[in-house]
């Protein structure tokens, strides 16, 4: 990393235009005159944020947050710049860009016309209300304890939920690893020990290497309720969706990092969509957008990687060998969504001693879905978390319909509201701080100047 050592002094001038023009002060100033220094600077110099800070006379974190913003502004206008005149609908598919975008307010920073729609990106949210009653119906079996996820526990089935039955004394443990459950097996070989496994391809071959090293060890107290999902099939059945229209894909970081980019390439190459593997921080989501925007910009689709410090083109190879090896794809049914081909995972035949269903076959209730429900419209991306009649109706506490984790998603860490756009009509949501040292309230005028 090159420094320009001796004539660090002649990086920084303060022209006219930064103060005046971008409306720049403080910290922000003297880091933009910085980097301005260095850009037309006439050679390859390189700086890191904590030789920018050291120079500056700030803080680590001081540096990364200005930064942060000026990435910020810069992306902001070129969203801005490239986005079509007649609007866009842009899908995000990860429940934590979800989060990443109600929380920093970056619906309000869209140009007019381009909306941000939220698909069905959260594992909790997608896994149906039978598989829920399956996973009761496990837990009321003699000689049981499930293993879970502490999120899983207070979702509600048809008329109970983990938590509703750990209280009637069912033996219900939260995990935060398949191989927790795995050392509970070992410690408690008197009980059968099942594990719920939800998520995407994130967490499947994670599962995968647990059932792999209970068959290695002989354990035979052990077991998986699996209700895995893949990413893929359900994007296609959202392209499909005649009540739907997406222009673009803000694609997920997460299951990227498994999967790579190639198995979203059928949605460029067979249904003209771009996609964006796109990382998690506020800059990180809008780095995403603007590369959308210039692919609708230029009339091309492609799958791109902005989040390429996670991703690799070709995945992970060796979860994905764990994956194929224990599991194989099925249909899956979807909250909302109903049941999609290929989009599941189920236990091979070759370690079907593993599988919870096949193992107890447990009596399991008739499903129920509950009145007022529009998880499915949510989930599709038809309307926003808070144009749902049972928003605000229910809390992470005391649940009633799995909505309550887009609600969650929508409305972090209240302290006060205001006006933010999610979809055809502005509604009342939260007034959060953000990332960027700004408020959720903030508009794209106010923002780029």
């Known amino acids: 990393m090159g420094a320009a050592h001796g004539i660090e002094g002649s990086f920084v001038i303060v022209h006219e235009f930064m103060a005046k023009g971008l409306g720049l002060k403080g910290n922000d100033l003297i880091v933009y005159a910085r980097i301005f220094g260095f850009a037309n600077a006439g050679k390859p110099y390189f700086e890191s944020k904590a030789g920018s800070a050291g120079f500056c006379g700030i803080s680590k974190r001081a540096a990364f947050s200005v930064v942060s913003r000026l990435k910020a502004r810069g992306l902001i206008e070129s969203i801005a710049k490239l986005s079509p005149a007649g609007g866009a609908t842009l899908m995000e598919v990860c429940g934590t860009h979800t989060v990443a975008i109600a929380r920093n307010g970056i619906r309000n920073l869209m140009p007019e016309g381009t909306r941000l729609a939220s698909g069905p990106g959260c594992p909790v949210c997608v896994t149906s209300n039978r598989d829920i009653d399956t996973v009761i119906a496990l837990a009321r079996v003699p000689g049981i304890t499930i293993a879970t996820f502490g999120d899983m526990t207070r979702v509600p089935g048809s008329t ?31 009980r059968e020990i099942v594990f719920v496994g939800v998520g995407f391809e994130t967490t499947t071959p994670l599962v995968a290497m647990a059932i792999k090293r209970a068959a290695a060890a002989g354990l035979k107290n052990f077991s998986v309720f699996g209700a895995h999902k893949n990413m893929p099939g359900a994007l296609e059945a959202i392209i499909n969706d005649p009540q739907l229209k997406v222009d673009a894909l803000i694609l997920p970081g997460h299951v990227s990092t498994i999967i790579g980019a190639e198995p979203y390439r059928f949605l460029a190459e067979k249904y003209g969509i771009p996609g964006v593997i796109t990382g998690f921080e506020p800059v990180d989501v809008l780095q995403g957008i603007a590369m959308i925007m210039r692919q609708l910009h230029e009339g091309r689709a492609d799958i791109e990687i902005a989040y390429a410090r996670g991703v690799m083109p070709e995945g992970n190879p060796v979860a994905l060998a764990a994956i194929d090896e224990v599991f194989e794809t099925c249909t899956a049914l979807w909250r909302g969504l109903g049941e999609i081909p290929g989009s599941g995972y189920r236990i091979r035949e070759e370690f079907a001693q593993f599988d919870a269903v096949r193992r107890f076959q447990p009596d399991v209730e ?65 007034l959060v701080e953000g990332s960027f040292g700004l408020s959720s309230n903030v508009s794209r005028e106010t923002f780029v100047r």
């Open 160 to 190: 109970s939920s983990l938590l509703a039955e750990q209280a009637a004394g069912r033996s219900v443990q939260i995990v935060y690893s398949p191989l927790d459950a795995l050392t509970l097996a070992q410690q408690n070989p008197d």
């Open 366 to 430: 008739p499903t129920q879905d509950p009145k007022g429900c529009r998880c499915g419209d949510v989930l599709r991306g038809i309307m926003a978390p808070n144009e749902c009649p049972l928003f605000r109706k229910v809390r992470p506490r005391t649940p009633w319909v799995l909505a309550w984790c887009q609600a969650r998603a929508a409305a972090p860490r209240t302290t006060g509201t205001t006006k933010e756009k999610t979809g055809a009509a502005a509604s009342e949501g939260p």
